[in-house]
């Protein structure tokens, strides 16, 4: 590859007219990729696991003060994105996030993706053990081998750290899902999953094998995709497509004999530090134990979805959600603020959500993060994911944020019980699937629809996705005017908060009627009403307009 300084002499070049190949053939790799409008930038930069430091976020928020620059965005990926720089606000990024040690290499393109691990791994009691070590090793292997860059497509691994499935390992390109075997520290593996085009879950692929063998299967699946994705036709290059090509189980053989080919190399086994293993042990001294009572603001407040008691005795972690994942200078150095008056450390985890935890807080210290929360809003509504939409990306249908933006003003509005009624919404702007709307318990994806007099945005309204040893993709049960989905959304919490269910996919199997009968209500509108034909926070009237990548 190159160092971020010759990166940017290609991009001077690029600007000139000089050189533009090398330009469109190395930005995606270094995660950069051209805006919908007036020449703009966005750049995406990794952090493995989702372990960011303290000191890195500040770093980030250095370079928001430096440009001057409003706001960060947490993604679905565990990484940080800029948006809208201009080309010379681009390089300063570029130049600042060098300098603090923050990378953008292999964040885009046909590239292995940021290996994500579940952001609670290592705090929770109902896990076997924590993984992290593992993959961060595993991770740096990765980086510094040259076929990551030469892909057919990208390449998504993620480990979760119990059946809950926290990072989409069973609808990954390769999943590992953390489990023990007669006492010693394993995981399960799954492969060939996705979304987007031809979605579908993971297939099991391998029911045990041992925690520091993880390279070698991240390093079989990934010599497959090389080998046998396609690389003529872009649309079947996924993993998925492979094993629609050769079938379950000529897909698992070639699997397995990849992997038995890289297992004859004993130099690629994960071997920890002793430091990494005590590091393992330690976390497991202090389980919960009698007496040993949740914090008052989870057994009696409306922080319990955000609040999550660790099993290290006394120390919490905090969930935090900015809004469409977007959070400013001024609120990340609120929560940083808060960091440096500890007199202990606490550690951070992005998480694919589009927030971040807080993490090994002490009990006393919990109300100093809450208070400087960039939202006061913390029910599940309120921690819904949205893609950035076609308000910036180029494949983009609608402007998905502007919705989910529109729904958290209207259930600001509602009373409490309303607000708590409903699950977290998953919104994509369109079948790419960047919002994740198949795997939500409720999910929106968008579309435009013809109309007396022209398109009308359209949000497909999807239900019942659910990872887990058993995962299962969502499925359309309609479709609504994008202008009716928040008020269809109050009237659907109502419908549940009567039916006194507490589970959504229970309260559907329940209701499928009454919620039927909403849809096809919020469905109607009158087509002479010019409103229908534009997105919130839109004048003009609605035009579809995919951009080439």
């Known amino acids: 590859m190159f160092t971020v300084n010759e990166f940017i002499d290609i991009f001077e070049k690029s600007l000139s007219g000089e050189d533009v190949d090398s330009f469109k053939k190395y930005s995606s790799l270094m995660g950069i990729y051209t805006e919908r ?76 993706r940021n290996i ?177 009572d949740a914090h008052p603001l989870i057994k009696f407040g409306r922080y319990r979805n955000i609040i999550t008691k660790q099993k290290q005795r006394g120390y919490y972690s905090l969930y935090i959600h900015p809004h469409g994942g977007d959070m400013s200078y001024d609120e990340i150095v609120k929560i940083l603020d808060v960091i440096k008056g500890l007199d202990y450390e606490v550690s951070l985890r992005l998480t694919n959500t589009q927030g971040f935890y807080v993490r090994d807080i002490k009990s006393n210290d919990v109300e100093k993060f809450l208070n400087a929360l960039p939202s006061t809003e913390t029910e599940d509504i309120f921690t819904s994911v949205s893609c950035t939409g076609a308000g910036t990306c180029k494949l983009g249908i609608l402007k998905s944020k502007n919705l989910l933006h529109e729904i958290v003003r209207v259930f600001k509005d509602e009373k409490k019980s309303i607000r708590k009624s409903l699950p977290r919404v998953y919104i994509s702007g369109c079948p790419n699937s960047c919002g994740q709307h198949l795997k939500g318990e409720i999910g929106l994806c968008g579309r435009a629809k013809k109309a007396a007099k022209g398109l009308v945005p359209y949000f497909g309204i999807f239900v019942n996705g659910n990872l887990s040893e058993n995962p299962s993709l969502g499925y359309e049960i309609g479709a609504i005017p994008a202008r009716n989905i928040p008020s269809f959304f109050v009237e659907l919490a109502g419908l549940k908060l009567d039916s006194k269910i507490k589970g959504f996919k229970e309260f559907y199997e329940e209701n499928k009627s009454g919620v039927e009968s909403l849809i096809e209500k919020y469905s109607q509108f009158d087509e002479e009403n010019d409103e229908f034909y534009t997105e919130f926070g839109v004048d003009e009237k609605f035009e579809l307009k995919v951009h080439k990548k």
């Open 116 to 292: 994500q691990i579940s952001p609670l791994s290592g705090v929770v009691k109902d896990e076997d053990y924590d993984i992290t070590p593992y993959v961060l090793k595993a991770t740096n292997y990765v980086l510094n081998d040259d076929p990551i860059y030469t892909l057919p497509k990208k390449y998504k691994v993620s480990v979760s750290n119990n059946f809950k499935d926290t990072v989409n390992a069973t609808i990954s390109d390769l999943g590992i899902i953390t489990k023990k075997k007669s006492g010693k520290k394993g995981f399960k593996v799954y492969g060939a999953g996705g979304l987007g085009n031809s979605p579908n879950v993971s297939i099991l692929l391998c029911e045990f094998d041992e925690a520091e063998n993880i390279l070698y299967h991240i390093l079989a699946m990934r010599k497959i995709f090389d080998e046998h994705g396609d690389r003529e036709v872009r649309a079947k290059a996924r993993i998925r497509h492979i094993l629609k090509r050769l079938g379950e189980e000529e897909f698992r053989n070639l699997y397995i004999s990849e992997l038995e080919e890289f297992k004859k190399d004993p130099s690629l086994k994960i071997v920890l530090s002793k430091e990494d293993e005590e590091a393992i042990e330690k976390s497991y001294e202090k389980y919960y134990e009698t007496g040993y």
């Open 37 to 112: 409008n007036d020449g703009r930038y966005m750049i995406r930069y990794r952090f493995n696991g989702g372990v960011i430091k303290p000191t890195e976020l500040e770093g980030i928020a250095n370079v928001l003060k430096e440009l001057e620059f409003n706001k960060i965005h947490f993604t679905t990926r565990q990484d940080l994105q800029f948006h809208r720089l201009t080309a010379e606000e681009l390089k300063k990024v570029l130049s600042l996030c060098e300098g603090v040690g923050i990378s953008s290499r292999g964040t885009g393109g046909p590239s292995t």
